[in-house]
């Protein structure tokens, strides 16, 4: 996913998605798990959990 992808996922600007993996912005928590449930980054990481529990 390019940068520019991953602002407009959460209504971003290209140079405010730069600015938060650069460090110089820090990028609200919230928004974050919007990113997260949007892209099913979410969904990913738990079915990925629940697999290594039922091993």
Same mark, same amino acid.
């Given at each position: 996913m390019t940068q520019r992808e991953?602002?407009?996922v959460v209504h971003?600007?290209?140079r405010t998605w730069q600015?938060?993996?650069a460090g110089d912005r820090k990028?609200?928590?919230g928004l974050f798990?919007?990113?997260k449930l949007k892209t099913?980054?979410?969904k990913r990481? !738990? !079915?990925a959990?629940?697999?290594n529990d039922q091993e």
């Open positions: 991953a602002g407009d971003a600007s290209l600015q938060w993996e990028m609200h928590p798990e919007l990113f099913g980054r979410e990481k !738990q !079915q959990s629940d697999r």
